[in-house]
């Protein structure tokens, strides 16, 4: 099997600057941006005193987002709430618009996630620079000892760098696991229902007899087995109802394979990357884009201490 995995496409090139290539991950990030704010004008219009459904909703979004951003970063660091919310939403629905079918994720192109990362590493850096001055900032490289300097460098770049992959890594993989697991099953279902077929309609015939009779022994058969696995304090086995349920599709799609129904339709790859891709593009997105918004919160909230802190600390 060979498996080719290949970065964003390149729809075009802006002959400037040596040339600005417009990728996929270009388009779906610029849609993304265009959706949340298309979605924030349209929610944040025509506020009511009583509010409709829909008001409700999105009020109750916003307190939980800024309960979140009080909890992790104290009250002081409210005003971070905006920005930790864009960035949880432009991750999520960078994740999730690859469920289209034809745009790709932007989180799965590394340069996305690591330009994100950057930026939060650039903020911290930012308002260290702000309570402590640069000298104040350069200080901190070198303690509590000199030789701890360039540990500290290795840190500070490590940072934005393990977010990056961390997010990176799990939607990219997810993605990459999905597209071999359909690759599989197909080259599978390929080579089963040809096998089938290729010995004519018999061989398809005889899978779905077989199957049929399997399913009435054991319909035949369940309420004398549920008897006994009760007497024995176990469950009922469902293997002949399994197996049944496997001849007669066998033999179905084989027949309608041998009759040139379903040439090159890969049967046995519907519907398990589906559900693969339910885990590994909804969950494990809203998982990785709540990680990265929950360390984005943990770093700046370091770096922002609360003002009874930066009194003591003069």
């Given amino acids: 099997m060979d498996l080719?995995?290949?970065?964003a496409f390149i729809y075009f090139t802006i002959p400037i600057f040596g040339g600005i290539p417009i990728t996929q991950t270009t388009v779906s990030s610029f849609l993304v941006a265009v959706g949340l704010i298309i979605a924030s004008i349209c929610l944040g219009r025509n506020l009511q005193k009583r509010p409709s459904g829909t008001q409700v909703m999105v009020e109750k979004g916003v307190t939980m987002l800024y309960n979140m951003v009080a909890d992790s970063m104290g009250e002081h660091n409210l005003h971070w709430a905006p920005f930790i919310g864009t960035i949880f939403l432009s991750s999520l629905c960078g994740s999730f618009i690859g469920l289209t079918g034809f745009l790709r994720s932007s989180t799965a192109d590394l340069s996305c996630v690591l330009v994100w990362a950057v930026m939060v590493s650039v903020l911290i850096w930012r308002n260290s620079i702000k309570q402590n001055g640069v000298i104040g900032w350069l200080k901190g490289f070198t303690e509590p000892i000199v030789v701890m300097t360039p540990m500290n460098l290795i840190s500070e770049i490590a940072q934005p760098v393990s977010m990056a992959f961390r997010h990176f890594g799990n939607v990219a993989g997810g993605g990459v696991i999905t597209s071999i697991l359909y690759i599989a099953l197909s080259g599978l279902s390929a080579s089963v229902l040809n096998a089938i077929a290729e010995r004519g309609t018999l061989m398809a015939s005889f899978l779905l007899v077989a199957g049929i009779a399997l399913m009435v022994w054991y319909a035949l058969n369940a309420?004398?087995?549920?008897?006994?696995?009760?007497?024995?304090?176990?469950?009922?086995?469902?293997?002949?109802?399994?197996?049944?349920?496997?001849?007669?599709?066998?033999?179905?799609?084989?027949?309608?394979?041998?009759?040139?129904?379903?040439?090159g339709v890969p049967v046995l790859a519907l519907g398990i990357p589906a559900v693969l891709s339910c885990y590994f593009d909804l969950f494990s997105g809203f998982v990785q884009a709540y990680v990265f918004t929950l360390l984005t919160m943990v770093y700046i909230g370091n770096s922002c201490p609360p003002p009874a802190k930066e009194e003591a600390a003069q």
Avoid: D, S, W
């Fill in 223 to 263: 309420r004398y087995n549920a008897q006994k696995a009760a007497e024995l304090k176990r469950k009922p086995t469902k293997r002949l109802l399994i197996i049944g349920l496997l001849c007669i599709l066998l033999g179905f799609f084989g027949l309608l394979q041998a009759m040139g129904v379903l040439e």
């Fill in 4 to 7: 080719n995995v290949t970065g």
